[in-house]
């Protein structure tokens, strides 16, 4: 079997004629309505509240600058066929509350030749997210972490429970050296009327470090219903740790697969700085 001529001097080109393919045609852009003027998006300037970016037209001959007047709230559909000389510019955002969190949600809006604002795309802001989580907080709690790092990652946890509260975001806590401590579970943090106050009785443990170990007991039960874990939620596993496996029998190999297997993202926080080692936290995990 021998393979086809492509034809002399036709390697590496485009062996159809032009009459075949045509080349592109490429038309013109609509000339700006102000040939003296430009518009400049500044979407890191800071405004009054928590309002972020603005438009400028700016005159390019004296370089004068006056701001565009748009508006982040809500407008009808775009026109099906808006003017040809009607300009599409962004670069604001919009401040959204979404429980103790502020969203910065970016917009567009198309102006008419008097830089007069007609539509905002997108038309509305979107929801916030309203799909649950279920967090998962493994502290290291060996002799290689310090009273002042083991303090500092109880104040950690202590901000992040406080930025989720008014979300459907439910947290447990684990703390692993040579075992594993349940401090409290998904169950405990709900009914709670100060999940917070859940985090005075934490004592460090101190002794080895098997992280892989600890990793896979958590994911065995803390994400189980009898632990309050729901069945429809984000499953998140957050790791703070010195990077330093000590006197473990598992390999973290061995336990990615499992968290794989049940659809648990999983992240990697460092205390200061991580140990040198020669089997460190797996490098696909966000840290």
């Given at each position: 079997?021998?393979?086809?001529?492509?034809?002399r001097g036709t390697w590496?080109?485009?062996?159809?004629?032009?009459?075949?393919?045509?080349?592109?045609?490429?038309?013109?852009?609509?000339?700006?309505?102000?040939?003296?003027?430009?518009?400049?998006?500044?979407?890191?300037?800071?405004?009054?509240?928590?309002?972020?970016?603005?438009?400028?037209?700016?005159?390019?001959?004296?370089?004068?600058?006056?701001?565009?007047?748009?508006?982040?709230?809500?407008?009808?559909?775009?026109?099906?066929?808006?003017?040809?000389?009607?300009?599409?510019?962004?670069?604001?955002?919009?401040?959204?509350?979404?429980?103790?969190?502020?969203?910065?949600?970016?917009?567009?809006?198309?102006?008419?030749?008097?830089?007069?604002?007609?539509?905002?795309?997108?038309?509305?802001?979107?929801?916030?997210?309203?799909?649950?989580?279920?967090?998962?907080?493994?502290?290291d709690g060996s002799g290689?972490?310090?009273?002042?790092?083991?303090?500092?990652?109880?104040?950690?946890?202590?901000?992040?429970?406080?930025?989720?509260?008014?979300?459907?975001?439910?947290?447990?806590?684990?703390?692993?050296s040579d075992i594993v401590?349940?401090?409290?579970?998904?169950?405990?943090?709900?009914?709670?009327?100060?999940?917070?106050?859940?985090?005075?009785?934490?004592?460090?443990?101190?002794?080895?470090?098997?992280?892989?170990?600890?990793?896979?007991?958590?994911?065995?039960?803390?994400?189980?219903?009898?632990?309050?874990?729901?069945?429809?939620?984000?499953?998140?596993?957050?790791?703070?740790?010195?990077?330093?496996?000590?006197?473990?029998?598992?390999?973290?190999?061995?336990?990615?697969?499992?968290?794989?297997?049940?659809?648990?993202?999983?992240?990697?926080?460092?205390?200061?700085?991580?140990?040198?080692?020669?089997?460190?936290?797996?490098?696909?995990?966000?840290?």
């Amino acid at each position: 079997m021998t393979a086809g001529k492509v034809g002399r001097g036709t390697w590496g080109r485009n062996p159809c004629p032009s009459s075949v393919v045509p080349p592109p045609k490429i038309l013109p852009l609509p000339p700006f309505p102000h040939p003296d003027r430009v518009l400049v998006g500044a979407p890191l300037q800071r405004g009054a509240g928590n309002k972020m970016g603005t438009i400028y037209r700016c005159r390019h001959r004296s370089g004068k600058c006056q701001e565009v007047p748009v508006t982040g709230e809500s407008s009808p559909p775009p026109k099906k066929n808006p003017p040809k000389l009607d300009i599409w510019a962004c670069g604001p955002t919009v401040p959204q509350a979404c429980g103790e969190n502020i969203h910065l949600n970016g917009f567009c809006v198309l102006l008419d030749t008097n830089l007069q604002q007609l539509q905002r795309i997108p038309a509305a802001q979107p929801e916030c997210p309203k799909r649950s989580s279920d967090v998962v907080l493994l502290i290291d709690g060996s002799g290689s972490i310090d009273n002042y790092d083991f303090s500092t990652m109880k104040t950690f946890i202590a901000e992040v429970m406080k930025r989720f509260k008014g979300t459907d975001t439910q947290f447990a806590l684990s703390q692993f050296s040579d075992i594993v401590l349940n401090h409290f579970d998904f169950n405990t943090f709900r009914s709670s009327q100060d999940p917070i106050a859940l985090l005075k009785h934490v004592r460090q443990r101190q002794r080895s470090t098997r992280t892989a170990t600890a990793i896979w007991k958590v994911l065995m039960e803390m994400f189980s219903r009898a632990r309050g874990a729901r069945e429809d939620a984000n499953k998140i596993l957050i790791v703070i740790t010195d990077g330093k496996k000590y006197d473990d029998n598992l390999e973290y190999s061995e336990v990615i697969p499992l968290a794989d297997k049940m659809g648990v993202t999983r992240y990697a926080i460092g205390v200061r700085d991580l140990h040198a080692q020669s089997d460190p936290p797996p490098s696909s995990w966000p840290s």
